[in-house]
């Protein structure tokens, strides 16, 4: 009997020690910087802090009361669109005003990672309210009065698979399901999208990252699809990663398909820069490195880029946990990011100031950003939507201003999570909020119209004849020393 006794103590003390282990790991490693302070253009960076257990910080969602709306900055108002949606995600205006909006979610898959990992993601995607299975609808709402409500709904389609991105041009509907892209036959005003449907592409199919945005040039006959990767930092081996974690360019004329850019953990918003007439997009960088690291951003994406996943973050900053070969050259090629989100904030949804946007002088000539908000964060980040100012060159500047506060309650909860931005034919900004069921409209009543965004075209640098000394000299000012005068 005394034998058992210690035995039983023993195991008591054992259990007590385990637990305290336990949670010392797994408790919340809070940020040591603000959020503001790895936002903008020139972030901090912390010191990697690598997690085993990650910190969770998870806002119960909880939606929305009778007359609850977001808090807006000073001089814009906000009203609900639409409600009582089933988990709305990606919004898309058409020329003549009605709304597209895809009803998504996460289709069935395993997460990359392991049992211990599709453990942890299952209680994330449950707690965060996304643990519901997808509704597949790509839905029209129209609001034909212009009183700013959807008056009018439609399901356009209810077979797709886990839809999100959305275009259109001259007759041709392009929706993109988590595992490839298909064009419909679809005339602006119908109420209806009937017919099989025409692949044009099979895409990487869900992964850790199952959106997949795509965004039409200003002709409409090259198609930009951003594909996340499979995983956080490529722990399931680079095999499943090929395809993803980039931007693709599909001719949809052809079908001719090619790389645009990669090394993009998770692109989510792909918008046209106004100002440069370049591609930009929103995209979530890695996570389990501590609260302040490392922070989403928002860059334009040049033809050929890399931005350094899984090995390197802004620039040529080393992840020492990847240990996958690491290609010749890649932190000479790898492009630092133009603009920091904040860390953890899960940037999605971007639109930039278009010609007729109604929201006022303080929100003139930038973009807009819904950040869905973090789970691997201490206190919890974004949960709002911000704009980022941008100077008359067509980049960004100073810190992101708020037009939709935190969805956050004071108590930790949120009441919804801001997902992606669109603009109405009132020059209203619409965004949806995934978990409030809901999409909302923000708009500044005393507001003129936005002019037409100008395109920056500058002279063009004299061509070089001849290098001498420093060829990364060359375009310097002045270049006489490095180009030989005449003809050739």
């Known amino acids: 009997m005394h034998i058992i006794k210690k035995i039983v103590i023993a195991l008591l003390v054992f259990l007590v020690i385990v637990g305290v282990v336990l949670w010392w790991l797994a408790r919340p490693v809070p940020a040591e910087y603000s959020l503001e302070e790895t936002t903008g253009t020139d972030p901090v960076l912390a010191d990697p802090d690598p997690q085993l257990i990650p910190t969770v910080g998870i806002a119960e969602p909880i939606g929305w009361g009778e007359g609850e709306l977001p808090a807006a900055a000073e001089g814009l108002e906000v009203n609900a669109f639409a409600t009582d949606?089933?988990?709305?995600?990606?919004?898309?205006?058409?020329?003549?005003?009605?709304?597209?909006?895809?009803?998504?979610?996460?289709?069935?898959?395993?997460?990359?990672?392991?049992?211990?990992?599709?453990?942890?993601?299952?209680?994330?995607?449950?707690?965060?309210?996304?643990?519901?299975?997808?509704?597949?609808?790509?839905?029209?709402?129209?609001?034909?009065?212009?009183?700013?409500?959807?008056?009018?709904?439609?399901?356009?389609?209810?077979?797709?698979?886990?839809?999100?991105?959305?275009?259109?041009?001259?007759?041709?509907?392009?929706i993109a399901n988590h595992d490839a892209v298909l064009r419909f036959s679809y005339e602006e005003g119908a109420t209806t999208v009937s017919g099989e449907g025409e692949k044009l592409a099979d895409l990487p199919p869900a992964g850790n990252h199952w959106m997949r945005n795509i965004a039409l040039n200003p002709d409409g006959t090259l198609l930009y699809v951003a594909v996340g990767s499979a995983s956080n930092i490529g722990e399931a081996g680079l095999?499943?990663?090929?395809?993803?974690?980039?931007?693709?360019?599909?001719?949809?004329?052809?079908?001719?398909?090619?790389?645009?850019?990669?090394?993009?953990?998770?692109?989510?918003?792909?918008?046209?820069?106004?100002?440069s007439g370049e591609l930009w997009t929103t995209v979530n960088e890695r996570d389990m490195l501590g609260s302040d690291l490392v922070p989403d951003y928002l860059t334009n994406v040049p033809l050929g880029v890399h931005y350094g996943w899984p090995w390197v973050y802004y620039g040529d900053v080393f992840d020492d946990r990847v240990k996958h070969p690491l290609p010749q050259f890649l932190t000479?090629?790898?492009?630092?990011?133009?603009?920091?989100?904040?860390?953890?904030?899960?940037?999605?949804?971007?639109?930039?100031?278009?010609?007729?946007?109604?929201?006022?002088?303080?929100?003139?000539?930038?973009?807009?950003?819904?950040?869905?908000?973090?789970?691997?964060?201490?206190?919890?980040?974004?949960?709002?939507?911000?704009?980022?100012?941008?100077?008359?060159?067509?980049?960004?500047?100073?810190?992101?201003?708020?037009?939709?506060?935190?969805?956050?309650?004071?108590?930790?909860?949120?009441h919804g999570r801001p997902t992606w931005v669109a603009w109405d034919r009132t020059g209203a900004?619409?965004?949806?909020?995934?978990?409030?069921?809901?999409?909302?409209?923000?708009?500044?009543?005393?507001?003129?119209?936005?002019?037409?965004?100008?395109?920056?075209?500058?002279?063009?640098?004299?061509?070089?004849?001849?290098?001498?000394?420093?060829?990364?000299?060359?375009?310097?000012?002045?270049?006489a020393d490095l180009l030989m005068p005449g003809g050739m």
């Not at 356009?156 to 839809?163: A, K």
């Not at 949809?252 to 990669?262: C, K």
């Not at 100073?398 to 004071?410: I, R």
């Open 239 to 275: 095999e499943i990663e090929q395809g993803r974690a980039a931007i693709h360019e599909l001719n949809v004329e052809n079908g001719f398909a090619r790389l645009w850019g990669q090394g993009l953990r998770n692109p989510n918003g792909l918008a046209w820069n106004p100002w």
């Open 332 to 414: 000479e090629y790898t492009r630092t990011p133009e603009y920091a989100m904040g860390a953890h904030v899960a940037a999605l949804g971007l639109v930039f100031t278009q010609e007729g946007a109604r929201m006022g002088p303080n929100f003139a000539r930038g973009a807009f950003v819904a950040r869905h908000g973090s789970w691997n964060r201490s206190p919890p980040a974004g949960y709002d939507v911000v704009f980022i100012a941008f100077d008359e060159r067509g980049n960004p500047q100073g810190k992101p201003v708020p037009v939709l506060q935190s969805f956050l309650t004071e108590d930790g909860k949120t």
């Open 85 to 174: 949606l089933d988990h709305p995600r990606v919004i898309y205006t058409m020329p003549n005003g009605d709304v597209l909006v895809t009803l998504t979610n996460a289709p069935d898959r395993p997460v990359a990672g392991g049992w211990l990992t599709n453990l942890v993601a299952d209680y994330l995607f449950s707690s965060a309210g996304a643990g519901m299975e997808s509704p597949n609808q790509l839905v029209l709402l129209r609001d034909g009065d212009g009183d700013g409500v959807a008056e009018e709904r439609h399901v356009l389609r209810d077979d797709l698979d886990s839809p999100s991105g959305i275009a259109w041009n001259d007759g041709q509907l392009y």
């Open 429 to 479: 900004l619409l965004v949806s909020d995934d978990t409030g069921n809901t999409i909302w409209r923000v708009v500044n009543p005393d507001a003129e119209a936005s002019g037409a965004q100008v395109r920056n075209r500058g002279e063009r640098l004299p061509p070089q004849l001849e290098l001498r000394g420093d060829p990364a000299r060359a375009f310097e000012d002045p270049p």
